[in-house]
């Protein structure tokens, strides 16, 4: 709360007009995972800040992320720098992600920090100085591994591994019963999806796997899970994991088991989790065969998103 106080301090007030909303519900689901040129997005772009807001939005984001989750926010936004370099292509670069603050920072009410650019939506919501929901997220990347000023990079490889590791330990009959019959070229529940899940659950249950299998997928889970704060984390993994929530969770994949292959998807279902990982033809590199991985990934919470403000 202090942070984002210290945040809204530094800008002008044109720019505070821009980054301030009301915490509602078209406004909480107003983000996308497009470029910026394709959609407009709330508040104001790190490109147009001052070097000061830009180190107190980031010191904000930080203080409400885990340092997986900061490292995972970066280095997605370094991706895009490394876009725009690459290819010389304007659509892209580490300026143009937007922060906004929903609702009102302070003791007591909820409000809700959102940063959004190509490949990223961060919707943390906090009740006072408590954070209490870190859904929906969306991360992604393209290429999936890259190299900017020296160090190499890919934000995602936690996450893709995660569900591929399952994949690859299922023995054949366990690769059927986990196929979903649907082919997917995207995450299901992205922008401008909140609420719309499958009516029915595909897949294999979790409490048919193995245990070596079993422990594949909670680790799959924390790597997105962990990149909340880690109370917050640790509250949310203490359902997801819990024996009765475990016992009604899927694990399914479709189009193909390798993840280079465009079209390949994995998905764990679970009571409350929603975790989706698609692999997608290139944008910027869509003539070059070793650039191609192209992510999407979806962390949804079916009960707390936007901290259950909208959940019916």
């Known amino acids: 709360m202090k942070l984002a106080n210290k945040f809204l301090s530094t800008l002008t007030d044109e720019q505070k007009s821009t980054v301030q909303y009301e915490f509602t519900e078209e406004n909480a689901a107003h983000w996308t995972n497009l470029p910026a040129n394709s959609q407009n997005r709330n508040g104001v772009a790190l490109g ?40 010389g292509r304007t659509e892209w670069g580490s300026g143009l992600y937007y922060i906004a603050i929903l609702g009102t920072p302070s003791e007591n009410g909820e409000w809700m920090l959102q940063i959004s650019g190509h490949h990223l939506a961060e919707n943390i919501v906090f009740d006072g100085k408590e954070e209490v929901s870190a859904t929906p997220q969306f991360t992604g990347s393209e290429p999936q591994t890259f190299e900017l000023d020296g160090t190499t990079y890919s934000p995602i490889e936690t996450r893709r591994d995660g ?69 917050t984390a640790n509250k949310l993994l203490k359902a997801y994991l819990s024996k009765e929530a475990l016992s009604k969770t899927y694990i399914g994949w479709s189009g193909s088991t390798d993840y280079n292959e465009v079209g390949s998807y994995v998905r764990i279902d679970g009571p409350r989790l929603w975790l989706e990982i698609a692999s997608q033809e290139g944008v910027a590199y869509q003539d070059d065969v070793s650039n191609d991985a192209h992510f999407h990934t979806v962390w949804r919470d079916k009960l707390m998103d936007y901290a259950g403000e909208f959940t019916e």
């Open 48 to 87: 147009d800040l001052s070097n000061e807001s830009v180190k107190a939005a980031l010191k904000l984001a930080k203080a409400s992320l885990s340092k997986q989750g900061y490292e995972t926010l970066t280095e997605i936004i370094k991706a895009d720098e490394f876009l725009t370099t690459d290819t």
């Open 163 to 231: 569900m591929y590791s399952i994949l690859e330990s299922l023995t054949t009959n366990q690769l059927n019963e986990a196929k979903i019959s649907e082919t997917f070229r995207d995450v299901v529940v992205g922008a401008d999806k909140d609420g719309q899940f499958t009516e029915e659950s595909e897949g294999i249950l979790y409490t048919d796997l193995t245990k070596n299998q079993q422990k594949l997928v909670q680790k799959a889970i924390k790597a997105w899970v962990k990149d909340a704060d880690s109370k």
